[in-house]
T-cell receptor
Framework: DSGVTQTPKHLITATGQRVTLRCSPRSGDLSVYWYQQSLDQGLQFLIQYYNGEERAKGNILERFSAQQFPDLHSELNLSSLELGDSALYFCASSVGLRGSSGNTIYFGEGSWLTVV | AQTVTQSQPEMSVQEAETVTLSCTYDTSESDYYLFWYKQPPSRQMILVIR??????QNATENRFSVNFQKAAKSFSLKISDSQLGDAAMYFCASKSAQGGSEKLVFGKGTKLTVNP
């Protein structure tokens, strides 16, 4: 158990709909990352938050948005869903500070999204 | 920008034997971290081993060890005494240690099969 909690574990929704994926980082971790893993692609970095502020943005579509709340949990919002958005969405966390223990990123179990 | 290349899409090994998974990376930064993650059929991302670029000594975790060749930008993973539970996708990843974005950049992965 990595300590990173993601909900829901599985989600099936229709095209055009909107869903929210939730992530609770490990206790004490300030950085939260979102990754997308499709069947035919590797792990794609979407976005990173550090202590409530956006720190880095990757290949995140405009239909997707995220935020990190004061209690450090994060949500990834996916809207106007398309079939191609079906994927495993990972949340990960790290302390976010320099140092030997501050740079390992731990992953949650992922949220399986199926768009039908 | 950092890039990570895993040139072996699939590898196989006999139980109890040793196997080496290859990884090369490219980065313009002098301070960075390298990781191997394991993704079993459950799809959870599990940290196997990490290496700080400033350390010359190769990291070791039980049956897992790395051969870190900084000048060649090579970071291979050796699994000794392979077990059936080692069967998984293995991802090599790099991460900047500098402030700002600390995202992981992943290779495409190597699927390891362990034959009994």
């Amino acid at each position: 158990d990595s300590g990173v909690t993601q909900t829901p574990k599985h989600l099936i929704t229709a095209t055009g709909q909107r869903v929210t994926l939730r992530c609770s980082p490990r206790s004490g971790d300030l950085s939260v990352y979102w990754y997308q893993q499709s069947l035919d692609q590797g792990l794609q970095f979407l976005i990173q938050y550090y202590n409530g502020e956006e720190r880095a943005k990757g290949n995140i579509l405009e239909r997707f948005s995220a935020q990190q709340f004061p209690d450090l949990h994060s949500e990834l919002n996916l809207s106007s869903l398309e079939l191609g958005d079906s994927a495993l969405y990972f949340c990960a966390s790290s302390v976010g500070l320099r140092g030997s223990s501050g740079n390992t990123i731990y992953f949650g179990e992922g949220s399986w999204l199926t768009v039908v | 920008a950092q890039t990570v290349t895993q040139s072996q899409p699939e590898m196989s090994v006999q139980e109890a034997e040793t196997v080496t998974l290859s990884c090369t990376y490219d980065t313009s930064e002098s301070d960075y971290y390298l990781f191997w993650y394991k993704q079993p059929p459950s799809r959870q991302m599990i940290l196997v081993i990490r290496q700080e670029a400033y350390k010359q000594q190769n990291a070791t975790e039980n049956r897992f060890s790395v051969n870190f060749q900084k000048a060649a930008k090579s970071f291979s993973l050796k699994i000794s005494d392979s077990q059936l539970g080692d069967a998984a996708m293995y991802f090599c990843a790099s991460k900047s240690a500098q402030g700002g974005s600390e995202k992981l950049v992943f290779g495409k992965g190597t699927k390891l099969t362990v034959n009994p």
